[in-house]
């Protein structure tokens, strides 16, 4: 039981990145260029969303 709420807590973030990789892929079947662009600034959505936090200490 223990295992499955360790597994649970990621869900969210794998949802995430399987959004921005289909994302990413409908892109790409549209344009070459669009595919990049989408790529990019989904990229930067991850590396804001998994940079450390500046809180309160």
């Given at each position: 039981?223990?295992?499955?709420?360790?597994?649970?807590?990621y869900?969210?973030?794998?949802l995430?990145?399987l959004?921005?990789?289909?994302?990413?892929?409908?892109?790409?079947?549209?344009?070459?260029?669009?595919?990049?662009?989408?790529?990019?600034?989904?990229?930067?959505?991850?590396?804001?969303?998994?940079?450390?936090?500046?809180?309160?200490?």
């Amino acid at each position: 039981m223990n295992k499955l709420k360790n597994i649970s807590q990621y869900i969210p973030f794998v949802l995430i990145v399987l959004g921005v990789i289909s994302t990413t892929v409908g892109a790409f079947l549209v344009s070459k260029s669009f595919g990049f662009i989408v790529s990019g600034s989904g990229l930067f959505g991850l590396a804001y969303i998994l940079a450390p936090k500046g809180g309160q200490s």
